[in-house]
């Protein structure tokens, strides 16, 4: 069971002022991470640059973590687009895209520290899946970022590639128990253990989800109630219980849902959609409208140019992508240079002539979304309505609904 804020083993966190009152009576443990005591409330890392330093910023001002994503974040500087400028799937332009978005990640960190004021903890999220993920890792570690958080495969090389930081956070993001068993041996090895793990449901979650097949995703074993107990059966044999903790990410939207998954044994709770539809997010304004406005009906899942399924709202580029996607699979060909956008992905549907993987440039359709264009953007979406409906709010607002507790009478009737 959850335990509640008065025990003496849950220190306050370092919060924003207009939050002290709704924490005090949230009744929610706070999140404890190398000592730091945090807000159980993370905002899960969303490219091409829709968390950037605006977002995380300000969610670590109000006292949680926040997260940056890594991916192609130079869009977001006019300056280092120009620098990266040339001739598409030249080796040249692909360094100087490279190297510009190492700027960019670096800009981004320090921007959002400042934001952040000294509380919470500022974090990135770099897929597995990138070319650039080592680079990216090692400039973010450089540049002093609070955590590291890793999805879209199997990070096993992270506590190498951060053996010189170890008083960074290393947070791998997956979705079953079986997963966490395996990465927990390999790392083992390696003398280092995750200061938490993010448990994310693929059923509910937006964006690249972490099952290998669109059938697979309502499998039983991504369930909360089975995976949280799972994990902690696993970290009391491995005897480290207490030591790691989980943070159950897809689908949650209310206090109520934060408490169900600190009584199932989660520490913390991740959430995506909802920040990406408040003031600060760093999208543009027709993005969090798309967002804001999309329901469950009109989502759809596809296999994503990476490989793995993925979940998104179903606009008119994704609806005109889909009725081609047959035809275009059955031509792939053989790999080929990337003239897209930049070769972004180390494995490509596209660029390699995987048949059985998306045909389109995700970079490309990402970018588009970041810029609110329904013609041409892939717009990732997480199930579920959002706590303000269609309405784009702020952090804070986000923050105070999430710690607030329905009155005793709406809870019964829920």
């Not at 959850?2 to 306050?12: E, F, G, K, Y």
């Not at 002290?20 to 190398?34: A, E, H, M, V």
């Not at 930049?342 to 390699?352: H, I, M, P, S, T």
Request: hydrophobic fraction near 45%; charge should be neutral.
């Amino acid at each position: 069971m959850s335990q509640p804020l008065s025990s003496p083993a849950a220190a306050s966190p370092s919060l924003a002022p207009d939050l002290q009152d709704c924490w005090s009576g949230s009744g929610l443990r706070p999140l404890q991470l190398r000592g730091r005591s945090l807000l159980p409330i993370v905002q899960g890392g969303m490219g091409v640059g829709v968390s950037a330093q605006q977002l995380a910023g300000a969610v670590a001002s109000a006292g949680g973590m926040g997260t940056i994503s890594s991916v192609d974040l130079r869009r977001l500087h006019p300056d280092l687009m120009a620098r990266s400028a040339g001739p598409l799937g030249d080796p040249e332009t692909k360094k100087r895209i490279n190297d510009a978005n190492l700027e960019a990640i670096a800009r981004e960190i320090g921007g959002a520290r400042e934001r952040a004021q000294g509380r919470g903890l500022v974090a990135i999220n770099v897929m597995r899946a990138l070319d650039a993920y080592a680079e990216s890792v090692k400039q973010a570690l450089a540049c002093g970022v609070d955590a590291v958080v890793v999805g879209a495969g199997l990070p096993l090389d992270l506590p190498d590639l951060a053996q010189d930081h170890p008083d960074t956070l290393l947070v791998p993001i997956l979705s079953d128990a079986r997963g966490v068993q395996l990465l927990m041996r390999k790392w083992e090895r390696k003398k280092r253990l995750p200061d938490a793990v993010v448990i994310e449901h693929p059923a509910h979650a937006g964006g690249h989800l972490g099952a290998a097949r669109i059938a697979d995703l309502p499998d039983g074993r991504f369930e909360f109630e089975r995976v949280i107990p799972e994990c902690l059966a696993f970290f009391r044999q491995a005897g480290v219980e207490g030591r790691i903790p989980l943070i159950a990410a897809g689908g949650i939207r209310s206090h109520q849902d934060i408490r169900r998954l600190q009584d199932l044994g989660a520490d913390a709770v991740q959430l995506g959609t909802p920040f990406a539809v408040t003031e600060e997010c760093d999208a543009a304004p027709e993005f969090k409208r798309v967002l804001a406005e999309a329901r469950d009906e009109d989502m759809v899942e596809f296999t994503s140019v990476a490989g793995l399924p993925a979940r998104a709202v179903r606009t008119p580029w994704l609806n005109a992508y889909l009725k081609v996607e047959s035809k275009l699979q059955a031509v792939a060909q053989i790999k080929k240079r990337c003239t897209k956008a930049f070769d972004c992905l180390a494995q490509c549907g596209l660029r390699d002539g995987f048949k059985d993987w998306g045909q389109f440039c995700i970079d490309h359709q990402l970018a588009a979304a970041l810029r609110g264009d329904l013609s041409k953007g892939l717009f990732f979406r997480g199930k579920g309505a959002l706590p303000f409906g269609d309405q784009v709010r702020s952090v804070m607002d986000l923050m105070k609904h999430l710690l607030t507790p329905l009155p005793s009478s709406a809870t019964a009737g829920a």
